[in-house]
C-alpha cells in the first residue's frame, strides 16, 4: 500500500506541519484502518 501521507503534506501548499510525525501513534492506527477498509472496498483479484 502506498504511504499518502508523505506525498499530502508536500502536494498542499498550506500544509505547514507533520502532524502524524507528532503523533506518530495515531498515525498508525489510522493507516492500518484506511488498509482495512481499502481491502473491503477494492478487493485485490
Do not use: N
Amino acid at each position: 500500500m502506498m504511504d499518502f501521507r508523505r506525498t499530502r503534506l508536500c502536494a498542499g501548499p498550506g500544509e505547514k506541519s507533520d502532524i502524524a510525525g507528532q503523533h506518530r501513534d495515531v498515525a498508525e492506527k489510522l493507516d492500518k484502518a484506511y488498509d482495512v477498509w481499502w481491502a473491503e472496498v477494492v478487493p485485490c483479484t
